[in-house]
T-cell receptor, first 115, second 115 residues
């Protein structure tokens, strides 16, 4: 596809359930970012990959959040034992190389609702 | 204090009006500056980069004042289709092996253009 894709688009989880969110970046893009956007807020950085290496995970809110990109393309964000405060839109973005001023292309997001 | 601050609005303006959005950022090490547009329930999309010399793209003009750590966006002759949330975004480049091109977003300013 031409853009960043994410799946599922919507996810409803019961509190305590584990969820996995997938991101397919633009083909050939080496940098991949995850952001979390709560209702009425701007996106907030979660983690960053350069190829398969996770170089920054300073934004992950707790050790229940885990991200991986084992082959340097598709990435998965996993949330264990979901809590209501995890309800948000999870956005994935990619750039060709990650250099300064490069445009980040965002996927449509996964809207997670934890009941 | 948030790193990037914006007036959340909403700004309700008639079609054809000129509207200005302002934004301040706290980290003087910020290197790159952007305005993103986000439509309701959609992903953010780059509207324009912002430079100290100012830049214009059609009806949109962006300006950066590094001394005051202040960013602005001016929309002239507003259209109904300009209705969206405008996100002020800054980046502190940490190099490819650091945090990459991690973006810090404001909460967004909502614009509603009315007939």
């Amino acid at each position: 596809g031409a853009g960043v894709s994410q799946s599922p688009r919507y996810k409803v989880a019961k509190r305590g359930q584990d969820v996995a969110l997938r991101c397919d970046p633009i083909s050939g893009h080496v940098s991949l970012f995850w952001y979390q956007q709560a209702l009425g807020q701007g996106p907030e950085f979660l983690t960053y990959f350069q190829n398969e290496a996770q170089l920054d995970k300073s934004g992950l809110p707790s050790d229940r959040f885990f991200a991986e990109r084992p082959e340097g393309s598709v990435s998965t964000l996993k949330i264990q034992r979901t809590q209501q405060e995890d309800s948000a839109v999870y956005l994935c973005a990619s750039t060709y190389s990650g250099r300064n001023q490069e445009t980040q292309y965002f996927g449509p997001g996964t809207r997670l609702l934890v009941l | 204090r948030k790193e990037v601050e914006q007036d959340p609005g909403p700004f309700n303006v008639p079609e054809g009006a000129t509207v200005a959005f302002n934004c301040t950022y706290s980290n003087s090490a910020s290197q790159s500056f952007f305005w993103y547009r986000q439509d309701c329930r959609k992903e953010p999309k780059l509207l324009m980069s912002v430079y100290s010399s100012g830049n214009e793209d059609g009806r949109f003009t962006a300006q950066l004042n590094r001394a005051s750590q202040y960013i602005s966006l001016l929309i002239r002759d507003s259209k109904l289709s300009d209705s969206a949330t405008y996100l002020c975004v800054v980046n502190i480049s940490r190099g490819l092996t650091g945090g990459g091109n991690k973006l810090t977003f404001g909460t967004g300013t909502q614009l509603k253009v009315e007939l």
